[in-house]
């Protein structure tokens, strides 16, 4: 109960940060393509590490987005639902998906570099809701809530945006699992790239 309303209140505080903006409030989704951390026999005494990153396979995401004008600089908060799915070996013939549901809240700082050319970076704080290892007994992640860093580049045409960005997780957040008679440790922090379509409802001449 408690964690949810933990979620409940970042939501509704992020919403009157919506509701305020002064330059734009919109829509927005895109594709993402994310690893994550080492894979570990936790079994074993050494730790031996399994595979040192997941393969990188598509997810997406969708949410909304506030934009407030400070000048030269703007800010521009949103609020995302992310699902992210990364390939790992458990041994030389078995591979399975680690999929992780998430509400994602970055808080970027942009600044328009020339014509359409934006470049932005912020932190991205995240609520993990589930996370999904087929075919494994998966115990909760060590941390749900954390803390990752966005950095990127956006093309704005009229309503319109188009942006690429790269999000790395800033802690180490492991996960427990056993298959058979094996227990392993997996680091689930995000490392992605994403791309997003955007477009704004509010949008007022700069």
Do not use: C, W
């Not at 400070?70 to 639902?81: C, N, Q, S």
């Amino acid at each position: 109960m408690k964690k949810r309303s933990l979620l409940f209140t970042l939501i509704f505080l992020t919403s009157i940060v919506f509701v305020n903006a002064q330059n734009g409030f919109g829509i927005k989704a895109g594709l993402n393509y994310n690893s994550n951390g080492e894979l570990k026999d936790a079994s074993s005494e050494i730790g031996n590490i399994i595979e040192n990153k997941g393969e990188r396979k598509s997810g997406y995401n969708v949410g909304v987005f506030g934009k407030i004008n400070l000048g030269a600089i703007y800010l521009r908060p949103e609020l995302v639902y992310t699902k992210t799915t990364s390939q790992y070996k458990l041994n030389s013939e078995n591979t399975e998906d680690y999929k992780i549901s998430k509400i994602d809240v970055p808080v970027l700082v942009g600044l328009k570099v020339i014509g359409p050319l934006h470049v932005f970076a912020g932190p991205a704080f995240q609520y993990i809701l589930k996370n999904d290892l087929k075919g494994i007994d998966i115990k909760d992640v060590e941390n749900e809530y954390s803390v990752g860093i966005n950095i990127g580049a956006s093309l704005e045409f009229g309503r319109f945006g188009i942006d690429a960005r790269y999000e790395r997780g800033l802690n180490e957040n492991e996960a427990d699992f056993s298959k058979a008679d094996k227990t392993f440790k997996l680091d689930s922090r995000p490392d992605q790239l994403i791309f997003s379509l955007s477009y704004s409802l509010t949008k007022k001449k700069e």
